[in-house]
Each structure stands twice: as C-alpha cells, then as structure tokens.
C-alpha cells in the first residue's frame, strides 16, 4: 500500500518495484526542474545583454559600430572552431591549419578595410579630406582592398600542397561563404547606425523581443512543432511572438521617436549628435480614419476620426513583420548547421545561450533588409555643405578662387 501506481499498471509490492520503475518515476520530475533552471539561466543572461546593450547604445555611434566589429571576430571564431575541430579530428597533417587559419583572418581584416572604409568614407568625406593620408587612403581605397585580395589570393596559392588541393579549395570557399554570409550582412548595420541610432536599435531590438517571445510563449503553450530543423520551436511562439512584436514596435517606436540622440544622423566622426532638424518620419502627424473604422468608432461610443502618430511607427510595422516573419530562418539556417555537425551550440560564449551565433542567427539579414527599405523608400534626398564640399575640392585652384569670390558677392549682397 502507499505505493504510486501508473495507469493500466497491477499494483506491486514495495519489494517488487524495480529502479527503472523508480527512475521512471523520478525522470520527470528532474526534466522539469533541469528546465526550469535553463530558464532562470537564460533570462539571468539576457537581462544582462539587454542591460549591456543599452549601455553601448548610451556610449553612442562608434561604440555600436565596434559592438558589431566585436560580434562578427566573435562569431566568425566561433564558426571557424568548428572546422578546425574537425579538420584535426581528421587529418594527420596539422601543418597546414595554421595556414588556414592565417588566411582566415587575413581575409576577414580585408572584408572589414573594404566595408568599414566604405562605410566610414561615405558618411564622413570630409574628415578624410581634412588630412593628406586619409584622403589618399580615400581617394584610392578600392585599390588598396584589391591589392590586399590579390596578396591573400597568390599566399593562399603559394601555400597549397600536394596531396591536399581538394582540402585546401575546399577550406577557401568554407571562408568566403562565412564572410558573405556573416561579415557582409551585418555591415550594413553600420549604415543604418551612422543614419541614426534608431535605424539599428529597433531594427535589432524588434529582433530580440520576437526572439524572447518566440521562447517564452512556446515554453508555456507551445504545443505544435513549427518545422522539423529546430524541433523546439513551435506554431504557438511563433504566432505569439508575431503578435507581441508588432504591439511592441508601434508602442516603444511613439516614445523612441521623441528622443533626439537616437533620430539624429551622425555627421561628426567624434561628436555624437544630441539636436537636428528631425526627418519628416519623426514629426507627430495627423492621420484621418477611413469611414467604415470612423463609423465602427461611433456604434461603440467613440467619437474619434483621427490620431495623431509619427509616421515611423507605421513603418516599424513593417520592420516588425520582417523580423517575425523572414529573420527567424536565419535560426533555422543555424539550426541545419549545427544538424550538420552534430552539435547542440556553436560555443557556449554565453551562459544558457550557447555562443554569439545562437543569438545573432536571426539579425542577419535585419540589418540589410533595414537598409534597402530605408534607402528604396524612405532616405531624404538634401544637399548639405559636406556634399558641396566634395565638389568644390573637384575644381582647380582657379576654379575654387573664383568660386569664392563669387560666393563672397553673393554674401555681401544679402
């Protein structure tokens, strides 16, 4: 008597109980409890990377371009680690992983001077044009990243070895693909930050919060298997999280819209800018309703037929969909990989989380998607002195004096 009995099962004696009955029992229980604590784990460590996000996005501009500097070494690490793991699991020849290995990073410190050089040259023309060596390493930068490439390319070829080419191609296309999937992509995160913070904090954020609650409600409801790659993942979080992600970016973009620091462009290389004349997208405006929700209002008892918005909520919208609907086969994608390799993390960087590409899969293309709807749709076209600027040095010297004294008569006369 007393003893636990399991449906469709004969009551059995306490010296009939077997362990395995035993451990049947208790299984589920340490299941739970080993769940529970990977979810106390994982939010403690969120909570942490948030808190460390803000404080980075506090520090301003340059501090998120080098967050993404430090993700991407972080990253490309964690994913090389894995090839160099098997290569040496496999080969008997270890000389040749240090050569890999240079030519890994040789090529990622080249990808980095041809997207950051571009990237700072574009949006800061004229710092460079202040100082001789910054305008030629300007002025011929396209030529500087391609010497780079070819001196990479003919080291990668001086160093190939008989009886290892098929390896060795076969490890410069694994490089290649890691960068343009990984380096490139997430480049452009840092167009979008010199064009104001916002462009890369909700972006990224609205990634985040579809993330959590993709986890969170899948954890507590989940019930339905989403696809067959990430087992975990179910078509109660992901709905969820949709849901969740476009309230979300429609209420915090109203208030994130009022802040300057984050609307503003950066025009100043080492000034962060705290006023500017706010892009029409961050001007509260009036939208009219249709008839048939202004005739809905009034059956209700509401008499409204108009709110007042900033039109960049309306647009987070869509950014919000991007990063419910496109951005999580991101993950999936990740998820095929670690299949591949038979591993459950990349690394285990990050406590409850596993490494940096565990959490950064699903912000690949976020940050392209960002900036091809912004410069298709919605960048302002102006002219400011800084373009003026980079005509006017196009002139001779004759051409800039008569320019000025043209200039100058122009002043005197107002």
Not at 101 to 120: E, H, P, Q
Not at 288 to 313: C, D, K, T
Not at 381 to 392: E, G, N, R, S, W
């Amino acid at each position: 008597e007393g003893v636990h009995q399991r449906p469709g099962k004969q009551k059995l004696d306490d010296s009939t109980v077997s362990e395995a009955e035993v451990t049947e029992v208790a299984d589920p229980q340490k299941e739970e409890a080993d769940r529970w604590a990977k979810w106390y784990l994982r939010a403690k460590s969120g909570i942490a990377m948030l808190l460390g996000f803000f404080v980075l996005v506090y520090l301003g501009h340059l501090f998120m371009v080098l967050l993404i500097l430090a993700l991407q070494i972080t990253g490309l690490k964690e994913v090389w680690d894995i090839r160099i793991k098997k290569l040496k699991k496999e080969q008997q020849d270890s000389d040749i992983i240090p050569v890999l290995m240079t030519l890994d990073w040789y090529f990622f410190f080249t990808t980095c001077v041809l997207v950051y050089g571009r990237a700072f040259i574009t949006q800061f023309r004229y710092f460079f044009l202040s100082n001789y060596y910054l305008n030629q390493f300007m002025n011929h930068h396209l030529m500087i990243v391609f010497a780079m490439f070819i001196f990479g390319f003919i080291f990668f070829v001086l160093s190939l070895k008989k009886g290892m080419y098929k390896l060795q191609i076969h490890q410069l296309s694994w490089t290649i693909a890691t960068l343009i999937l990984m380096v490139i992509p997430s480049s452009f995160n840092i167009y979008n930050i010199f064009e104001g913070l916002i462009w890369f904090f909700v972006p990224a954020g609205l990634v985040i919060t579809n993330d959590c609650f993709a986890y969170f409600v899948g954890f507590f409801i989940g019930r339905t298997p989403l696809i067959q790659l990430s087992p975990k993942k179910t078509w109660e979080g992901f709905i969820g999280a949709m849901i969740t992600t476009w309230i979300f970016s429609f209420t915090i973009t109203y208030f994130l819209c009022q802040v300057p620091f984050l609307i503003c462009p950066k025009e100043y290389i080492f000034e962060n800018p705290t006023q500017c004349v706010p892009n029409e997208l961050f001007v509260l405006t009036e939208y009219r309703f249709p008839e048939m929700v202004v005739s809905a209002l009034h059956f209700v008892g509401v008499n409204q037929s108009s709110m007042w918005i900033y039109p960049f909520q309306l647009h987070s919208l869509t950014l919000a969909t991007f990063a419910s609907l496109i951005a999580p086969f991101g993950g999936f994608f990740a998820s095929g990989f670690k299949r591949a390799f038979k591993i459950k993390d990349f690394a285990d960087t990050i406590p409850g989380h596993g490494g940096v590409i565990d959490r950064m899969d699903c912000q690949v293309f976020m940050g392209v998607f960002t900036y091809v709807y912004y410069t298709s749709f919605l960048k302002p076209v102006y002219v400011d002195a800084v373009t003026v600027m980079d005509k006017i040095v196009l002139l001779t010297t004759s051409e800039q004096l008569e320019l000025f004294k043209m200039f100058e008569r122009y002043l005197n006369a107002k």
